[in-house]
């Protein structure tokens, strides 16, 4: 079984909505293209024409209504998702066919959506998500000047074909399962955040003290989105007309007297505020992915505001969380494109019932179980956005999964763990094969579920 070495920044990354595969992924993938351009030779770079986006699989399937092409399009002129503000990507959205330049060497090229091609669905590149993007010369019957293949995996993940992993350090307590984890925690007296903790520093390098200042921007720029979500009404952006109900449901919650429906009223509504930002583009965390972006976030405020959880109790419940989405990306899948949305949403839900399990001081077995419960019961969740636009049923799935997440935790607290029957390692098995065998058509390209049957609304 092969070792996790990925950081949780790897995880948790910043960036603009609304799907980490279609937007973070190829923005990342049009960023490296043009910095990898730019080292070229001159002379090679003076006979450039132009360049040329081709997207496959569900990228091609729901890219217009996730944005791909105005993110490669941003990545190419120069910007991250870490850095690019929202306000530059509405205004590619507003204006796709307006000409712009990118400068590589002695050549200036123009730029626009045009640029972006949608090509095939079903293609025979080994990774759904699949871009290829190139240099062309004046004679495009002579190929590419030069070309790359990228793959976005999910949860802003993207491997270059051709090129190696960057090497990192061996963590210093090696798992690849939870069974595997648990014997390091049981042989070495550690509790879950601390593990994570010390792999973290093994692996990236970091101290603990940059370790969390990075988790306090991380929880910051996720309770920024629930902020931002709860402060503004109106349409969503895109054709389906959707109206933003964060604030409607939080300013509901505080008049209803029962203290569960408060709670539960509250909890939906951060949800809800944070998928809103996400659907309309705007800056939000990856966790695990965009299209689960607003579960953790609303486990954050509640476990900040109503269960009065210390800042350090939040980040130690981060990195408990971070194991789940570890587990989950290794030995399955984090992206919709490869195992609907079991693996986003499901996957985000497991994460926030071990975040609270372990930050309310619950050890590893409840921390599992509580992860395992609520992706059990997310199981064959299909990936159907209507539109291909992350908003139905995506914002209310994540109110509906953080209620779950919360559930899960309260089951789990209130059985003896010995009698829990299911490990976490069964349950993402369950949801690999379940994904393997699901159909293409609801994993994310929009061609089944939902999305054919609620197609005019």
Same mark, same amino acid.
Request: net charge negative; hydrophobic share 45%.
């Given at each position: 079984?092969?070792?996790?070495?990925?950081?949780?920044?790897?995880?948790?990354?910043?960036?603009?909505?609304?799907?980490?595969?279609?937007?973070?992924?190829?923005?990342?993938?049009?960023?490296?293209?043009?910095?990898?351009?730019?080292?070229?030779?001159?002379?090679?770079?003076?006979?450039?024409?132009?360049?040329?986006? /081709?997207?496959?699989?569900?990228?091609?399937?729901?890219?217009?209504?996730?944005?791909?092409?105005?993110?490669?399009?941003?990545?190419?002129?120069?910007?991250?998702?870490?850095?690019?503000?929202?306000?530059?990507?509405?205004?590619?959205?507003?204006?796709?066919?307006?000409?712009?330049?990118?400068?590589?060497?002695?050549?200036?090229?123009?730029?626009?959506?045009?640029?972006?091609?949608?090509?095939?669905?079903?293609?025979?590149?080994?990774?759904?998500?699949?871009?290829?993007?190139?240099?062309?010369?004046?004679?495009?019957?002579?190929?590419?000047?030069?070309?790359?293949?990228?793959?976005?995996?999910?949860?802003?993940?993207?491997?270059?074909?051709?090129?190696?992993?960057?090497?990192?350090?061996?963590?210093?307590?090696?798992?690849?399962?939870?069974?595997?984890?648990?014997?390091?925690?049981?042989?070495?007296?550690?509790?879950?955040?601390?593990?994570?903790?010390?792999?973290?520093?093994?692996?990236?390098?970091?101290?603990?003290?940059?370790?969390?200042?990075?988790?306090?921007?991380?929880? /910051?720029?996720?309770?920024?989105?629930?902020?931002?979500?709860?402060?503004?009404?109106?349409?969503?952006?895109?054709?389906?007309?959707?109206?933003?109900?964060?604030?409607?449901?939080?300013?509901?919650?505080?008049?209803?007297?029962?203290?569960?429906?408060?709670?539960?009223?509250?909890?939906?509504?951060?949800?809800?505020?944070?998928?809103?930002?996400?659907?309309?583009?705007?800056?939000?965390?990856?966790?695990?992915?965009?299209?689960?972006?607003?579960?953790?976030?609303?486990?954050?405020?509640?476990?900040?505001?109503?269960?009065?959880?210390?800042?350090?109790?939040?980040?130690?419940?981060?990195?408990?969380?971070?194991?789940?989405?570890?587990?989950?990306?290794?030995?399955?899948?984090?992206?919709?494109?490869?195992?609907?949305?079991?693996?986003?949403?499901?996957?985000?839900?497991?994460?926030?019932?071990?975040?609270?399990?372990?930050?309310?001081?619950?050890?590893?077995?409840?921390?599992?179980?509580?992860?395992?419960?609520?992706?059990?019961?997310?199981?064959?969740?299909?990936?159907?956005?209507?539109?291909?636009?992350?908003?139905?049923?995506?914002?209310?799935?994540?109110?509906?999964?953080?209620?779950?997440?919360?559930?899960?935790?309260?089951?789990?607290?209130?059985?003896?763990?010995?009698?829990?029957?299911?490990g976490l390692d069964q349950a993402i098995e369950a949801m690999r094969a379940t994904g393997r065998d699901m159909s293409c058509k609801y994993k994310e390209t929009a061609q089944g579920g939902l999305a054919l049957c609620v197609p005019n609304c």
């Amino acid at each position: 079984m092969p070792v996790i070495d990925l950081s949780v920044f790897d995880l948790f990354k910043v960036g603009p909505g609304p799907s980490s595969s279609h937007t973070i992924g190829p923005m990342r993938a049009g960023y490296d293209f043009i910095q990898a351009a730019r080292a070229l030779p001159a002379e090679l770079l003076s006979r450039a024409a132009g360049l040329e986006v /081709r997207l496959y699989g569900s990228l091609s399937a729901t890219g217009k209504g996730h944005g791909t092409d105005r993110a490669v399009l941003a990545g190419l002129l120069g910007r991250s998702p870490e850095s690019c503000p929202p306000e530059f990507l509405d205004e590619l959205a507003a204006h796709p066919l307006a000409r712009r330049t990118t400068e590589l060497g002695p050549a200036s090229l123009g730029l626009s959506t045009a640029n972006v091609i949608f090509d095939s669905i079903e293609h025979s590149y080994a990774s759904n998500n699949t871009l290829v993007i190139r240099l062309l010369g004046a004679d495009a019957a002579a190929g590419a000047l030069f070309e790359r293949e990228y793959a976005s995996i999910g949860g802003g993940f993207l491997v270059i074909k051709g090129q190696p992993e960057p090497k990192r350090g061996a963590p210093a307590y090696p798992y690849g399962t939870m069974s595997e984890l648990r014997k390091q925690l049981d042989d070495n007296g550690l509790t879950l955040h601390r593990l994570i903790l010390e792999n973290e520093m093994a692996v990236t390098g970091a101290d603990e003290a940059e370790i969390m200042a990075g988790l306090d921007t991380i929880l /910051r720029v996720m309770d920024e989105a629930v902020s931002a979500g709860l402060a503004v009404d109106g349409v969503l952006p895109g054709p389906i007309g959707l109206n933003r109900k964060a604030r409607h449901i939080f300013e509901r919650s505080k008049i209803k007297r029962q203290t569960h429906e408060n709670i539960i009223g509250q909890m939906c509504a951060f949800a809800f505020a944070a998928a809103e930002e996400n659907a309309a583009g705007h800056i939000i965390v990856t966790a695990p992915t965009c299209g689960s972006a607003g579960i953790i976030p609303a486990m954050a405020r509640i476990m900040r505001t109503r269960l009065a959880l210390s800042e350090q109790s939040i980040r130690e419940g981060l990195l408990a969380a971070a194991a789940v989405g570890f587990l989950a990306k290794q030995n399955a899948t984090i992206a919709g494109a490869e195992g609907g949305c079991q693996a986003e949403i499901g996957v985000a839900a497991a994460m926030a019932a071990a975040m609270l399990a372990h930050a309310t001081g619950y050890g590893a077995h409840v921390a599992e179980n509580a992860a395992e419960t609520a992706l059990e019961h997310h199981l064959g969740m299909t990936c159907d956005p209507v539109g291909g636009y992350v908003q139905i049923p995506c914002i209310e799935r994540n109110a509906m999964s953080v209620v779950k997440a919360y559930t899960a935790f309260v089951i789990a607290t209130d059985i003896l763990p010995a009698q829990h029957k299911v490990g976490l390692d069964q349950a993402i098995e369950a949801m690999r094969a379940t994904g393997r065998d699901m159909s293409c058509k609801y994993k994310e390209t929009a061609q089944g579920g939902l999305a054919l049957c609620v197609p005019n609304c």
